[in-house]
């Protein structure tokens, strides 16, 4: 089916809609304008522009030393690694390549407008995130080429289109976190889908040669993304069509010119693993990988906490997709139900399954315009009336969720990794202030295996001073013990300093559980409360600090002792570092008690 002027209408009620999308999200919808859009893993797959363009370094150190300046004390710059005496980038540079056009264009503005050209000003800021609106759309417009190749009426496919992308989490990715991947990974795996569909039906050399060359950026882009290759055999009619690609091209060593160009698309990594290691390859993700014996599939696509069908139920349309495959052609509903099955189990065995700050199942995103095809061609074949009105009423409802969950995400009131089923429920449809970081903090997750008892552990109960913690100044009489009481005028709990013995000097891994117990006499008193933790050099100078805190949800319990804890990692022990001090704030100036305060350090092994 030609791709013509009906289509070019739809492009342009795209770029409508892009275009408003990212004027509410960023300057009206928010309560301040966004400044910060680089962010999280963006931050490292964006790295490569300013560590090459702006420092004129494959050593990613100047990148970090100008990251720290602008963020937190809790940041730990995670995708940074030293390798042979050079700080490496474990992500990828296939990203920083799609946005090099709009950074360049930031670069040379950044002059005449007075802006230090440091990659990381607001023009900057707002590149990445028109990168990621040009790239999405890119995605779209050839998701619905390529659904044109399945003989799809292109208004339906537009449909689809323009629904799946307002009633799934790539609307938060390509406008709410513009940074990170999988935006980009949607675009450049529709791409390639389309062109090795095109393989299929011409088997054409150029066809076959696109579709090599697109591949090797989306490994470029996210390494993990080979796992489309899975998908491919669902892109052929039959088996006998896949068959012969395969044996004919080999034949006349297509596929060898396919290799090549596969290899060129890879060799920017190349280069510059070979400029920084000496090694062409490298692996980056250090001290992470994957469970494959335990994956937490039900989890994966059913918790409250992450589940892929609880925050995009738009994909709940895989479901009777799947059976009206089965109905068309069982060499369809095998393959694409393999591939499905290869993704699930493999996303949901690595390490951090939830995949730490996100909004919904990410790792999906990227596979999202085969996933629409599906639903598409159980759209096409719906006969009545009803159905196709319940179809339709089902995206209209699932459109809804997700901006107005996109929307709570971004407000802080779903948190961003420590949601449950109470919290789901507590938040479920509510926008009102109260709600806004009413959900507490959950342990962090780490790679390994904790070791089975702690290397130190110490308990204040409050009854008399003990070595390491402050005086117990504030303490009161319950029953038959003491506590310590927390008030307007007493805002932080007696802490305790950790000072490092040269026997724990060098200690990787360090895992910290804090406990204790409250009593909160007035209704949620201490939901503001926090467990604190900071890291100090031999100088005095805080060099990690982070805050959790301690009540997970507000509740109307009064008058109760109940247990608070957190898990949390530290940095490593080397360098500089001399101690380590920990306490509860009490933020708001409440009133409420606190006993039993333990604390327990661990190390894991990886």
Not at 285 to 307: A, T
Not at 377 to 387: D, F, P, Y
Not at 456 to 463: G, Q, R, V
Not at 533 to 543: A, C, F, I, P, W
Request: proline share 4%.
């Amino acid at each position: 089916m030609r791709f013509g002027l009906s289509n070019k209408k739809y492009q342009g009620l795209l770029l409508i809609l892009l275009a408003l999308s990212f004027v509410t999200v960023n300057f009206i919808g928010p309560s301040d304008n966004r400044r910060i859009l680089i962010d999280g893993d963006g931050s490292g797959l964006y790295a490569y522009l300013p560590a090459l363009v702006v420092f004129h370094s494959v050593d990613f150190t100047a990148v970090l030393n100008s990251e720290k300046q602008r963020r937190p004390p809790d940041y730990t710059a995670h995708y940074f690694h030293r390798i042979n005496g050079t700080l490496t980038n474990k992500f990828t540079c296939g990203q920083a390549l799609l946005q090099l056009p709009f950074f360049l264009l930031a670069y040379f503005l950044s002059l005449p407008s007075g802006l230090e050209a440091d990659g990381y000003n607001v023009l900057f800021q707002y590149s990445v995130a028109l990168a990621a609106l040009f790239w999405v759309a890119t995605g779209l417009i050839y998701f619905v080429k390529l659904a044109e190749t399945y003989q799809v009426p292109g208004e339906k496919a537009w449909l689809i289109a323009f629904a799946g992308f307002l009633g799934t989490n790539l609307f938060f990715y390509t406008l709410v976190a513009p940074s990170h991947s999988h935006a980009y990974s949607f675009s450049i795996i529709s791409i390639s889908l389309y062109f090795v569909r095109k393989s299929f039906l011409t088997q054409k050399r150029n066809s076959i040669l696109y579709a090599a060359f697109w591949l090797g950026i989306t490994v470029l882009v996210r390494p993990v993304n080979v796992l489309v290759v899975a998908a491919f055999p669902f892109l052929a009619s039959s088996f006998a069509q896949l068959r012969h690609l395969f044996t004919s091209k080999f034949k006349s060593l297509h596929f060898a010119g396919a290799a090549l160009v596969f290899l060129l698309a890879l060799s920017p990594q190349f280069i510059i693993n070979l400029m920084q290691t000496g090694k062409v390859f490298i692996y980056g993700y250090q001290n992470e990988g994957f469970y494959f014996d335990r994956p937490e599939l039900l989890n994966f696509l059913f918790s409250f906490r992450k589940g892929w069908f609880v925050y995009t139920p738009f994909m709940l349309l895989l479901l009777p997709a799947l059976f009206f495959l089965f109905k068309q052609s069982k060499y369809k509903f095998f393959s694409f139900l393999g591939f499905l099955a290869l993704l699930v189990y493999t996303f949901s065995s690595w390490w951090n399954w939830f995949y730490g700050d996100s909004f919904g199942m990410r790792p999906m995103i990227d596979y999202y315009s085969l996933f629409f095809l599906v639903i598409l061609v159980m759209m096409v074949r719906l006969k009545s009336k009803l159905s196709f009105l319940a179809f339709n009423v089902f995206l209209l409802l699932t459109v809804f969720l997700n901006l107005f969950q996109s929307w709570q995400y971004a407000e802080g009131i779903i948190h961003p990794d420590a949601m449950n089923k109470k919290a789901y429920a507590h938040v479920f449809l509510r926008s009102g202030q109260s709600y806004k970081q009413a959900v507490g903090d959950t342990d962090e997750s780490f790679y390994g295996v904790l070791q089975d008892a702690p290397f130190f552990e110490t308990k204040n109960d409050l009854e008399k001073d003990i070595f390491g913690w402050s005086p117990n100044r504030l303490p009161v009489q319950v029953a038959n013990s003491k506590a310590a009481k927390l008030t307007a005028s007493a805002i932080y709990s007696p802490s305790f300093t950790y000072v490092i013995p040269d026997s724990v000097m060098g200690k990787r891994n360090i895992y910290i559980v804090f406990e204790t117990k409250y009593l909160e006499s007035k209704t949620n008193a201490a939901a503001n409360a926090l467990f604190v933790v900071d890291v100090k050099d031999t100088s005095q100078k805080t060099v990690f600090y982070k805050a959790f805190r301690m009540k997970r949800l507000p509740d109307k319990l009064t008058n109760q002792w109940r247990k608070g804890s957190i898990g949390f990692k530290i940095p490593d022990l080397t360098g500089n570092i001399n101690s380590i001090k920990l306490y509860i704030w009490n933020k708001e100036k409440q009133e409420f008690l606190l006993d039993d305060m333990e604390l327990k350090f661990y190390t894991y092994r990886q």
